[in-house]
């Protein structure tokens, strides 16, 4: 046992945690926890949790289902909002298969393999989320309509105060388990909130989204309110993307950057931004993978339907933001489609596997988008180039299915389980009979 | 008069001839120029000529005396009384310019610089570390660096040459005068940053051969290096500083001046690679060593040693690291990464050379190095006597913990020794970093005669080479296999042995899961005193070798302690096994790879001799087999004692193919061919023997002419392992016989063939299926060709054309054959191709088939036979094709899959990729079904779940160990791929 491990077993007796809770994602992005007692710990460290992997959305199936958890013990952290004596710590686990190699579905395994082609070019990868989520009232039930907690807008300094301490709390509790955050305000749409991560390597920062979700909810439950991730909640307000910022490092080196060239943007930052516009189409329905996520891509403002580029144009798929003079080391490249719904580890894989390929295959890139691409008319678009992002999950599946790219970057056993469940999604929704039909129909048919 | 050849220094002054004859007696190459040399230098002929004439390359000694004598100028006479007083120097000078010729143009620059070698005490003093330290770091600029360096080592190769050093004892210095090197070059870089460099510690650690103090003449100097500010400095400050000496220290040894370079410093091994910040502070390094370390890293570590710069701090490094070395053989994933380092090792090496390499490679230094390592993690957790980083230091101390044998760790101890002294004078020559033993004479003899061979150098060199690559050939038998018989053995012995614990320990780092059992078995096997136990005893060591590279190896040693005992007391296989290597390799590959292969095996041992060659494992020709089972069968009247003989002919045969499929020896399709070529010749024996036994219960010659068709895989010679024979039986009454009659003999003689193949037995038997017959199972099992004729006519269904797509000829009427075919073609070739209705219905059938027969539960993505992608889909997909188009193109008109797929490429029916990702598709398919077969010895049409029968699978299809998880991906893709196709042809189309 090595010293990391040594440690998380000296923290839990001297913190006196009671549990320790195993953390790992399924295929869709949900977190899953198995709790232990700390006598397990030793067991797990040497040699994993055994678990029923069909118990799992997307585990099971190719191989039997007999997996292992095994906890990276660099992830320990007390969970702040169990309180203290007794407390419960958590890990997060890779996914192992019974001869202890990484297991294929799992979505940490499939983010370290696409880490790890990077790395053999000698890129790492870095991410920084912008995460948008709303704050209700309450915990909404079946059929009544979502009341946010207040009706203020972007940068507004709430008087009620309430998702100002909200704010504050979850910052803290962040904090306090390692996780730095660089910004945070109050969104465009009334309960809408939004907390930045700061950029870390893209593993650690899906790691950290993960638990991002759970302390907002802990968080806003304490204080009798709700919080929602879904990209979409209301018809009327701006959904939640979690526009991300994307670097490759080359040892220390920003490989984006490039004094003295257009917007300080190196060849390799170019390529980057081709690839990832090149496949934009089809890794929408990892970065979008919900039927709600559409209908953010389709209200306009700050959520991009076009696939296109810009320097600071908000309306564009891919955006490179205003450089900093003395900061190098910040050139980066912004992607505006990814809602905060997606599965972060699934998301970050198909978005550095596509820009990759933009380096590796030399794509040329195109012209930057100057205008507000949503004011333009179809025909000016499609003078420009500039093509649609798949309008609904059922194009984005069709797209994807298609995709070599997408099929080599998860893996056959996540790429046909990921499809499989998205179609059978699109299935059920099509069935449905919305508010919005009997609104328009029922009065006049 | 003429001085004895032995004393040339005698030799009074003669004329020019017999002058030039005395330079060619005395072993110069080119004697006129030699002499020509010799008497521009105006050197007597005397001792000190003798003395060049004993110099590993004399020619070269002289040309390099010369021009360093014309440098030298006015000083040259100085040089030259010395040469002439001092015994000492001349020895010294002309070894040095003889084995060097780097060496010599440093003096032929630096003239003066011969003085190194006048001291009359050199050869008896050592110089210490901080002795070298403290003239390296005395040099003023990178220039003087170099120079001060070569005149060291131009005082350590005189006294290496002059046989006055151990090899270790000169690659220690070397390594000394590395770290004084780095230390003269730090210094220098502290004095160009200023007053910048004040705010950091840094500290160098040596890793590698440097660290172990066991540095070739010319190699990369692997080096670490950590820092700290300094008291008052801020971190980010003394980082910034700390990293911009580090690659100024680096860049002054390895950069290019105008003397040359001293070699390059790689900070590869380092936290990252070279990916990570060259300069790490202690807390970071540990941290990453903690956390992110790979086994590789902390094997890098093994040989950690601080070496300059602020020792203080590096030994901080080197102690708070060492303890996590002897921890790595417990993490998880050691073995596989181990076995990931070997091959490696093994992968490096650059096709052509291998035969002259002396560091990579099978039996190569780093191979001994690697091997000596592995055992340092394995048992150096234990036993704090093995912590030693010196390779030749460790393998002492394994041999003297009983970990090696003490013969074989002497050996191998020599060996070692040998090899680096050849690398050292290798080297030497150009000072260039060189593994590879030249292969023309005059450097060969030049290599030779500085190892010391005299009389025949070349020739002596390469003999002695070849004997200590003999000893570290079977190195890891040597090493690893052979101590763990030590610790099952009975004997008493004086030496010191294994501890079956250490035992347990090291199988389990070999790769076995259980290495209680293997300890049993090893112990069965090798107990007593029998002649048999004696044999084994020197087997093991090499086939637990070849286990351990094999999917199984527990599997693997339990089969060979079956087979072993099977075999009994006939050590005649088991002396073959001993004295053929490759029969031996071959068996432990299979027993740890195949089930099926190894039961074939326990039945009958003795086809163990066909391990010998691979042309003994390759397929025998389909008519020759059938000749012989034929003869076989009719050597008994008894039918069933005809049939049981037949049967064992196949099992060899089976084995055979099996043998060789595993051995890589045959593709999928010359698989498919020789299995049917089996299957062939077997039913053909049994045929014969059924008939003969039917016309003996009638009284009289069968009463109807019959034949045997073959169908499926079978009728497309793309049998599997565990493919049934599909049959038709079909017959015609000869003139005169009563239909009736003729009908019940044919049927009593199919039905006698289904029976005696079907027989229990020892040997496997062959499920004859007909099946596919007209009504399926409530038809007649034979029927006439007559009745075959109307029942196509009237009643014939789409599957049942499809079926005789594959129908091929078996055994039986040859010409009754024929005209079955020519029958069957009417069917399975329509005139005009399908009807569209038609086309509807086989679709919606293989519909029906896609969603009624694939098992319950079992996965559609990895069925190889009824999944998306697999056999069937693919097979419809062809038959479609050939049922529409085989009566316009008669290339489709084939039994096999993939000549019918090629046919329909041709003429454009599928494109390119379809085609590749159809055939590729099928061909990993049977691939894998096959594998399976022959891993679990029972058939199963999906991938494997558990580990290490889908590691073994995964193998037998071309994957490496721990490439389970890639297999099942890449066959998924092929899969997709083919089901992309499938749609496009088999769908739509």
Known sequence: MGKQEDFVLRVIEERDVRFVRLWFTDVI???????????????????????????????????????????????????????????????????????????????????????????????????????????????????????????????????????????????????????????????????????????????????????????????????????????????EYPGSGMHTHLSLFEGDRNAFFEAGSEYQLSKTGRAFIAGLLTHAAEITAVTNQFVNSYKRLAGGGEAPSYVCWGHNNRSALVRVPMYKPQKGNSTRVELRSIDSAANPYLAFAVMLAAGMRGIEEGYELPRGAEDDVWSLTEAERRALGIAPLPQNLYDAIAVMERSELVAETLGEHVFDYFLRNKRAEWDEYRRQVTEYERARMLPVI | MTAPDGNPAAAPRQGRISAVGRFARLGFADASAAETGWRSVGLPDDAVLGLFAQAADPDLAVRSLVRVLEAAGPAAEELRTALTRSDGLAR?????????????????????????????????????????????????????????????????????????????????????????????????????????????????????????????????????????????????????????????????????????????VDAGLRPEGDAGPLVRTLASHRAYYDRWAKTWEFQALLKARPIAGDMELATTFTDAVSPLVWSAADRAGFVADVQAMRRRVVDELPAGEAQRQLKLGPGGLRDVEFAVQLLQLVHGRADKALRVPHTLQALAALTAGGYVGRDDGTALGAAYRFLRTLEHRLQLRRLRRTHVVPSDDAALRALGRSLGFTSRPAQELVDAWQAQAREVRRLHEKLFYRPLLTAVAALPSE????????????????????????LRHLEALTGGVSRRAAIQRALLPAMLGWFAEAPDPDAGLLGFRRLSEALGNSHGYLRMLRDEGASAQRLARLLATSRYAGDLLMRAPEATDLLARDEMLLPRDGAALAMEFEEVAGRHDDPVDAVT??????????????????????????????????????????????????????????PSRLAVIGLGRLGGAEL??????????????????????????????????????????????????????????????????????????????????????????????????????????????????????????????????????????????????????????????????????????????????????????????????????????????SRVRNAVMLVRGRPADVLPTEPRERAAVAMLCGYRLGEAGRFGDDYLRTARHARAAVDAVFWSG
């Open chain 2, 720 to 925: 599997a392992y565990g493919s049934d024979a599909d049959v038709l039986f079909v017959h015609e009454p000869v003139t005169g016989a009563g239909d009736q009659a003729a009908q019940d003999a044919s049927t009593a003689v199919a039905t006698e063939l289904r029976r005696l193949l079907a027989l229990p037995g020892p040997d496997p038997a062959l499920s004859v299926d007909a099946d596919l017959r007209p009504e399926g199972r409530q038809g007649p099992l034979v029927r006439s060709l007559s009745s075959y004729e109307s029942y196509y006519r009237r009643w014939s269904h789409g599957w049942e054309a499809q079926a005789l797509l594959r129908a091929s000829p078996l055994a039986g009427d040859g010409e009754l054959t024929g005209r079955f075919l020519r029958l069957a073609d009417a069917v399975r070739y329509p005139a005009a191709g399908l009807a569209e209705a038609d086309v509807a219905e086989i679709r919606r059938v293989k519909a029906r088939v896609d969603a009624e027969r694939l098992p319950r539960g079992a996965d559609p993505a990895t069925h190889v036979k009824l999944g998306r992608g697999g056999l069937a889909d693919i097979e419809w997909t062809v038959q479609l094709l050939q049922l529409r188009f085989a009566h316009a193109v008669a290339a489709l008109r084939t039994p096999q899959t993939l000549a019918a797929l090629n046919a329909a490429r041709e003429v454009g029916l599928v494109d390119e990729q379809q085609c590749t990702a159809l055939a590729a598709a099928w061909r990993l398919a």
């Open chain 1, 29 to 235: 992005g949900s977190l899953k926890s198995v709790a232990i007692a700390p006598a397990e710990l030793d067991g797990a460290f040497a040699e994993g949790i055994g678990f029923d992997g069909s118990a799992i959305e997307g585990f099971a199936r190719v191989y039997e289902a007999d997996m292992l958890a095994k906890p990276d013990p660099a992830t320990f952290q007390i969970l702040p909002w169990r309180g203290e004596g007794p407390a419960t710590g958590r890990m997060f686990c890779d996914i192992l298969m019974p001869d202890g190699s990484q297991s294929y579905v799992d979505p940490r395994n499939v983010l370290r393999r696409t880490l790890a082609r990077a790395a053999e070019r000698g890129f790492t990868f870095y991410t920084h989320p912008e995460i948008e989520f709303f704050l209700l009232e309450s915990r909404p039930v079946g059929g009544e309509p979502p009341v946010p907690v207040d009706s203020s807008g972007y940068f507004d300094h709430t008087s009620q105060g309430q998702g100002h301490d909200f704010r504050r709390e979850v910052i803290t509790m962040l904090e306090s388990m390692g996780i730095s955050v660089e910004f945070s305000h109050h969104e465009g749409g009334p309960g809408q909130q939004e907390i930045d991560l700061r950029y870390a390597d893209a593993l650690t920062t899906a790691d950290n989204i993960m638990t991002f979700r759970v302390v907002v909810k802990e968080v806003a439950l304490s204080q009798g309110s709700y919080a929602t991730f879904m990209p979409k909640p209301f018809t």
């Open chain 2, 645 to 702: 003989a037949v049967r064992a002919l196949r099992r060899r045969e089976l084995f055979r193919v099996a043998a060789g499929d595993l051995s890589g020896l045959l593709d999928v399709e010359q698989v498919g061919r020789a299995l049917t070529g089996v299957a062939t010749a077997t039913v053909r024996a049994a045929f014969a023997a059924a008939t003969a036994e039917v016309e003996r219960q009638i009284g009289e010659r069968l």
């Open chain 2, 495 to 518: 030496q010191a042995r294994l501890s079956p614990e250490a035992a347990r320990r090291r199988l389990e780092a070999l790769g076995y899961a259980d290495p209680a059992a293997a």
């Open chain 2, 92 to 264: 010294r000078l002309a070894m040095v310019l003889g084995a060097s010729a780097a060496l010599g143009d440093h003096l032929a620059r630096h003239p003066e610089d011969w003085r190194e070698l006048a001291a009359e005490d050199l050869d008896d003093t050592r110089p210490t570390a901080a002795a070298i330290a403290a003239e390296l770091t005395a040099a003023g600029d990178p220039d003087r660096l170099r120079r001060s360096y070569r005149r060291l080592l131009l005082r350590l190769a005189a006294r290496d040459l002059g046989g006055r050093l151990e090899v270790d004892d000169v690659a220690g210095e070397l390594a000394d005068l590395a770290a004084g090197a780095l230390e003269g070059a730090l210094r220098l870089a502290r004095e160009d940053l200023g007053n910048a460099a004040a705010s950091c510690r840094l500290g160098i650690v040596g890793l590698g051969k440097c660290g172990a103090r066991e540095l070739n003449y010319v190699s990369d100097v692997d080096v670490l290096f950590v820092a700290e500010p300094a008291p008052g400095a801020a971190e980010a400050d003394a980082l910034k500083a700390a990293t911009a000496l580090a690659a100024a220290t680096m860049r002054i040894c390895s950069g290019q001046t105008r003397e040359g370079t001293l070699w390059p």
